[in-house]
């Protein structure tokens, strides 16, 4: 069944298993897409992140000296294309590929969310010095492909991700900039997968598998009451015969080491600020800053796979040798699961709904391998990591 025909179906994953396991390195579930335990109870992304120690950085800015040298010599006007939205990371990007005296284009999908400080980063960051495309969508098909993609598939982020992805490729293609930089690689940082099978480029393969799009194109959502042309902005070039047209592009990350606190400190000291209210979602407060829909799709996981945006974060400070795991249980103990009702509200607005559908919404995608509904109504996950968790 392609991921189109999951309309009703439980989310990808272990739906199948006896009992929700967790890392016993990390705080994330066997739950989370990709993720594998092993014998010993450790999953293949704290196993993948250990790797880094043994990784010859030194090499790597070199080859990244080459590559920017490289690049500079064969292009007319800009040498690069950075992809950003004003966060922390895409300032990192923006300064480093700077320092190495590449001309940048930065391009920014625009979130139809776009928030006040999120704005302020962004010009902050075209004033270190680039050129900017900032490419808004018609919100009006962004609000319907949005909603469609929550009903069939239980991801509003379904058109976020093809636009992130698509439009920086499709512009660099058209301006014959030979270098797309993205940020870090999210499917060894966050996700499961080794650098050996991910690699430093973002390619076809990577896209399908770790690209969050249920492994769709925009040419899967022509006819679903949205047409082809209404969706241009999500088409993007054929990712095989992207270097065939001159353009290469690879993952920031693989050539320098990548950590949020270190990327978050380049960031500020060029003038990016944090959310002074504290964390949006998550367990940052410089995190997922910059969109009020955002904290919609890591929501979502809640019910799909049984954790939040909030494990995720903590994972990295686990790793990273910041928090024991035993501290990380404690905040998520104190945190809750964050439920985003001001965003949610936004939300519904934007897409025209009422609360009440996003609510059946959500539940129709409510996993029931993990999830059990007590007597008195109340849902509850058995094998949750905070076994006296007050579930409401």
Known sequence: MTAMGRVHGAPPGNIAQAAMRYCQSCVLPDTRPNLILDEAGICNACRSHGTKRTIDWAMRERAFH??????????????????????????????????????????????????TIGQRNLDNLVGLGVDHLDYQINPKVESRFMLKA???????AIPMHLALFNIPLTVAVRFKIP??????????????????????????????????????TAADWVGTGLTAKELSGYFGPDLDALEACGVHAVFLGYYFPWDPETSLQVAQAHGFRSDSTGPRTGYYDY????????????????????????????????????????????????????????????????????????????????????????????????????????WT
């Open 150 to 156: 929550l009903e069939r598939l239980g991801s509003t």
């Open 179 to 216: 270098l797309v930089v993205w940020g870090e690689n999210s499917a060894f940082e966050y996700g499961s997968a080794d650098e050996a099978h991910t690699g430093f480029k973002l390619d076809r393969a990577w896209h399908q598998t770790y690209g969050v799009t249920h492994g769709t």
């Open 287 to 390: 995190a997922d800053i910059d969109d009020d829909f955002i904290s919609i799709h890591h929501w979502l996981k809640w019910y799909k796979f049984g954790f939040t945006r909030l494990f995720d974060n903590l994972t990295l400070e686990i790793r990273n040798g910041r928090m024991t795991r035993a501290q990380a249980i404690d905040v998520i103990r104190k945190t809750g699961n964050q439920e985003p009702l001001k965003d949610i509200e936004k939300f519904c607005s934007f897409a025209g709904i009422t609360r009440e559908r996003f609510d059946d919404c959500c539940e129709r995608f409510r996993n029931p391998a993990i999830w059990k509904r007590r007597g008195d109504g109340v849902w509850h996950m058995p094998d949750f990591i905070i076994p006296d968790w007050r």
């Open 66 to 115: 080459a590559l920017a040298e490289r690049v500079k010599g064969q292009a007319a006007g800009y040498d690069c294309l950075i992809p950003v939205s004003g966060g922390k990371d895409s300032t990192w990007q923006v300064v480093k590929c700077l320092e190495y005296g590449l001309t940048p284009l930065a391009v920014t999908w625009k979130t139809p969310a776009r928030t």
